[in-house]
């Protein structure tokens, strides 16, 4: 695994692999109650998210969250997120896709923009650290783009993949830019925090599925 030249994927974590579209809206609309703003429904969210997230806000708001509100509503977001994704799964068939790609003879790792030390005993838990060449999460504040990071991760592994022949497989538009920004290609999945429509317009394929991710990541690494 994770030989120079072999296709790589680098998997985004909450919405692709992880099924946590209920822990997301939950913890939402607990972060919006705090502001006296009304919930939302997963496709008001799915069309009206983006990233950075304060501008998440600012489509709901009118204007963009003020540092107290933001810093107020991050708190409660995560604290709800935390006791909702309990009862969250992996997405179906997860394991199964990426035992398949190891076994082939690719490399793959995990970039999420969830908390690094939150992320590896989550990922740990469900059996599947072992998939992965590396495991990074966030550091630092959350609410930014994962381009910084995703050039952190890829440094990080420099010698054993090759950003021309790696594929960034996420839920979001910002996966797209993020896979850009270092020179990878990006494939985005449907069945989390984006509307079809919004992640087309990321000029990238669009599937429905990750085993579709799968197959056209083998076909664009190729």
């Known amino acids: 695994m994770g030989m120079h030249g072999r296709a790589h994927i680098v998997w985004d974590w909450n919405g692709t692999l992880f099924h946590d579209n209920d822990a997301i809206i939950g913890a939402t609309n607990a972060a919006f109650a705090e502001l006296g703003l009304a919930p939302?429904?997963?496709e008001q969210y799915r069309t009206l998210y983006c990233v950075p997230v304060p501008k998440f806000y600012e489509r709901l708001l009118g204007r963009l969250p003020t540092d107290a509100e933001w810093e107020l509503?991050?708190?409660v977001f995560h604290r709800h997120y935390t006791e909702h994704r309990v009862r969250c799964r992996l997405t179906e068939g997860a394991e199964e896709l990426l035992t398949g790609w190891r076994s082939a003879g690719h490399s793959?790792?995990?970039l999420s923009m969830y908390g690094h030390e939150e992320l590896v005993p989550l990922v740990r838990g469900f059996g599947i650290e072992a998939h992965f060449i590396r495991v990074d999460g966030r550091t630092g504040p959350s609410g930014g783009s994962k381009a910084e990071h995703m050039v952190r991760?890829?440094?990080a592994l420099a010698g054993l993949v090759e950003p021309a022949r790696t594929v960034v497989i996420g839920d979001a538009a910002d996966d797209a830019l993020a896979a850009r920004?270092?020179?990878a290609r990006a494939v985005l999945?449907?069945?989390g925090s984006h509307s079809r429509a919004s992640l087309q317009d990321a000029g990238v394929p669009v599937v429905d599925t990750l085993a579709e991710a799968v197959a056209e990541a083998g076909r664009v690494a190729a």
């Open 40 to 42: 939302i429904t997963l």
């Open 73 to 75: 509503m991050d708190g």
């Open 108 to 110: 793959q790792s995990l």
């Open 153 to 155: 991760h890829l440094e």
């Open 181 to 183: 920004h270092v020179g």
């Open 189 to 191: 999945y449907t069945g």
